[in-house]
Structures are given as structure tokens and as C-alpha cells.
DNA sequence: GAACATAGGAATGATATGATAAATGCGTCA
DNA sequence: TGACGCATTTATCATATCATTCCTATGTTC
């Protein structure tokens, strides 16, 4: 961004401009830059805030309502909306908030969450998963322990086994919540790995959980990986 | 919507224009009336065929962009997404899913989710959630004791409790998970309730969940609400 | 004849400006 | 005093035009 007396032209090299003023109008809420539950500026003030056309700026705003992060009615103006209002299912939006601050207590609530899904997408994978969506899982710890050696990205290994067991669940909603995973577990486990720890200890967990899917057993794999969960989730509680 | 001779406006006296257009399209997409992976007609034709100016039919496919459902590329045009990108999460898309057709697979998936969701929800909010937050889950089953005997909605009743469980957990995502569990309920306890069942066991269930809550009993909470979803999943499933 | 350069065309992306509709407050008139 | 109408403000809708992108097809060169 090109700060240039109090206007802001979003930079329209990267990607479209609207694009980069939903990014731009979108961190700036998320972040309490405009005051939750107040008025934003009216659209002229943001056009040439953001040095745009009344039409672009109006597609970003667009956007961001069906994001949930503003509201607009005829003669009032636009509002912003209550964080309570936040899809935070939106990886955009959960983007613009870790970005912000790399918030421990929101990725403990996210830990709950995965907790609480993850399981039940292992269990799901185990009874009804086809060979080739767990050879998906198979393959992520493959790229675990070759990323130990130094052979993969560690993050991205990671990040894929999990996705993999989304995927394999078969359960539309869990499948889409892969972006978010990504998302997420891009600084979550930036995060957990930052602080000391058993790399052996977490690849074996990680091994019980694909051993278990393999085997078609369905507690066992959930209860595997709700193991491996805890574990994680302790990692950050002690950290408070 | 009034037809005329192929060519489909929407009734602008409803809501803003704009929303109604994306209600449309986001439907037909839905439903496959606009073919998967496919070309969309080019925005001239689209304006012809909505009655709308480019303005406003730009804003609506912007909007159906940030759902998913749809990219769109200089000179190639705008392409419909395989559904495997659509966003489950966004109520708008569950909605036009379900009236569509009710599909039960859809409704035996959604549950699943909150079979791994509501009983962490009810776990964790039975160990932080303040006094108001679980009058709100007692309130909910008092709603339902009162349908019973005619003095109140049996669906909104039975929706206000589970919303409530969730508000209680405290947890950002779990909240966030409200308009979608409301959507998706409003159709999975329609289908349910057509069923023959018997309405005091689903009350003394409920009424459990809600006692070990207040209890702050949370392996009991999440125990009984996991064994309520339970019988509800098998509601469905010796339907198929 | 094949590889590369280039010009054209077709679609979305962005801008500018005018007209319309809706919501609110204020003033006027019964 | 109270109800109604009007002006004002702001979002919404419409139209016209230019810019950008990127595929395609046509040459042009080696």
C-alpha cells in the first residue's frame, strides 16, 4: 500500500484492485481499525480514500457484506458489524485476524474445533473411505517422515495429512473445511513447533493415526488422533 | 419472478435488486441449472437475461465469487466451480441446496457434524459458561415443554436450544456455526418430525442435556447430547 | 515447414456520471 | 398538537466509455 497523504491507493499490480480493497477495508475492520458497531466512512469519502471508482469500491463492499463484515442501508450509510457477526469460516477472514496477532487464545478455540471434527473425520474415513483417499493420508506421514530427514516442508507435509483425512471422511461439510485447516494450521503449527518438542513423539502419533486407518478401524483412528489433539492443544494451554 | 419470453426479472419491490439476482443465480447453480465446470453466458447476456444493468449484475457475481461458486477471468469469461468448492458454511448456499431438494443425504451429513460439534460445544460450556448463558439452554427446553402443549413453536422452540448450547460454549467458531445450524435445522427437524417419533423421549432427552448442564457435569452433557444426535441420526439413516 | 512474433478480438476490469429509491428529520398546515 | 408532505442525504441502479487481459489466428522469419 502507498500511503500518500491520508489516501490510499490499494497497489493494483498485485492482483485486481478490487481485490486489494476488500483485502485492505477487510484486515482494517478485523482488526478494530474502523470501530465495531459504528459507521463507516460514506462511499465518496472511500473512493478517494482508496483512490477508486464509486463501481470497484462498491464490489468490495459488496463482497465484504456477504462476508458479514458490513451492513448497508439507503440513507444510513454503511455499518460495520459486531465481531459476533464475523464468519470466521471465511479463511479470509480468519487470515486477516491471525495475521493481525497471532492470537494463542484463537488458536486454542481453533484446536477445540478440530478436536471436536477431526475424529469424527477419521472415523468416517476408516468405515467409509476408498483405498485411494487413505493412500492420501498415507502419503502426508510419508512426506512427514521424509520432511524429518530434510527431504519436504515440514508445514505443508503436516498441513496435507490432515487435509487428507478431510477429504477422506466423504462428509461434504468436513471436505470443506479444508481451506480453513489450511488456513489455520499454516500458524498453528508455526506456531506449536516454535516451542520445543518431540518431532519422534508427534511423528509417531501421527503414524498410529494413518496405521489405524489403514486397519479400517474406526474408534481406534479417532481415538488416535483425538490423542494427538490433546497433546496439542495441551502444547498451547501451557503456554497461557 | 416474472418470466417474459425467456427473459427473467427479478421483482425488485422484494429486497434490493441486486440480492435477488444473487438468490437467482446462486440457486441455478446449485441445482445445476447452470452446468458444473462450465461456461456462464458472458455478463452482456446475463444483463439481457436478469433485466439489469452491468452495474448491478457484476456486484451480484462478485458476491457469488466470495461464496465460491463461481471465477471469473478476463477474455475466458466466468466459469461455474465443481462443487467441491461451494461453501457448505454459508448459510445462502445450504439453503438453496436444501429447498432445492431435501435431500437426505445432505441432512444425514449435517449431522454428523453436529454429532462431532454439539457434544464439545455442551462440554465446553458446561465447564465456562456463565449462569445467564445456560439459563438461555434451560430457557430453550422450557420453550420446548411449552410447545408441547401447544403454547409455542416446536421448531424454533427445539432450534433455540441447540443455538443456545452453542452461544454457551464460548467458543468464536462454535458461535459462528449459528445461522448455519439454524438453516440446516429448520429443514432436518421438518424432515424428522414428519416421522413418527415420540415426542416425549426426544423432551426427556433434551431435558437431560439441559440437567447435566446445569449440573456442569461436561462428559454428562456432551454424553447426553451425543446420544440425542445419536437416535437422530438413526432416525434418518433407516430411511434411506 | 516449424517456431516465434505480432496484431486483432472478445471478455472481464475499472472509471465517470447521471438518475432513482429509500429513510430520516424538519417544517408546514389543519 | 399532530399528521402529513417535502427536502436532504445516501445507497442503489443505469449507461457509456476506456483499460486490461489473454486467447487465437495470422504472418514472418529462419
New binding site residues.
Partial sequence: MDIDGGQIRAR?SLG????SIVDDVGAAIVTGKFEAASM?P???DLCTRY??????L??A?KVLNAKGLVT???????TVTTPDRWNLFDPDILRWMLRADISLSLLIEFTNVRLAIEPMAAELAARNADAAALQAVTDGYARMAAADEGHDDPLTADIAFHIAILEASGNRFLQRLKPLVETALTFSIRYTDSIARNEQDKLAAHHRVAERLRARDATGAAGALRQLLLDTRDLMTNRL
Avoid: D, K, Y
Fill in positions: 493494483n485486481r484492485l478490487t481485490q463507516m460514506i462511499e465518496a483512490q477508486a471508482s464509486r463501481s470497484v462498491r464490489e463492499m448497508s442501508r439507503p440513507r444510513l450509510g454503511t
